[in-house]
Nanobody
Framework: QVQLVESGGGLVHTGGSLRLSCAASGRTFSPYVMGWFRQAPGKQREFVAAISWSDGRTYYTDSVKGRFTISRDNAKNTVYLQMNSLKPEDTAVYYC??????????????????WGQGTQVTVSS
């Protein structure tokens, strides 16, 4: 059983920064990909960023490129999302996810079998 626990959410003003963390635990944690998704009220859960656990290749949705950075610490089983230049439209609950299938599409939420409980990010204008 894999458990993902997010932290680091909060309230910031436009232009501010936050760093989200996602710590994974479990008897055998060996994902192929880790990702961040977000869900705003009344909207579908959408892809934000992902990282290959083996080689560190990263993927981003267009709206966050140049502002967000995903990274990982394999020794700590932790993935991070550094969010800079935050905008009100970034307001959402952010979810960490892990996929353990070798064949995956980074922005496909159905390729992730494990999810955290979510952390709220609110950006005020």
């Amino acid at each position: 059983q894999v458990q993902l626990v997010e932290s680091g959410g909060g309230l910031v003003h436009t232009g501010g920064s936050l760093r989200l963390s996602c710590a994974a635990s479990g008897r055998t944690f060996s994902p192929y990909v880790m990702g961040w998704f977000r869900q705003a009220p009344g909207k579908q859960r959408e892809f934000v960023a992902a990282i290959s656990w083996s080689d560190g290749r990263t993927y981003y949705t267009d709206s966050v490129k140049g502002r967000f950075t995903i990274s990982r610490d394999n020794a700590k089983n932790t993935v991070y999302l550094q969010m800079n230049s935050l905008k009100p439209e970034d307001t959402a609950v952010y979810y960490c996810a892990a996929g353990d299938s070798r064949y995956y599409t980074p922005d496909n939420k159905y390729d992730y079998g494990y999810w955290g409980q979510g952390t709220q990010v609110t950006v005020s204008s």
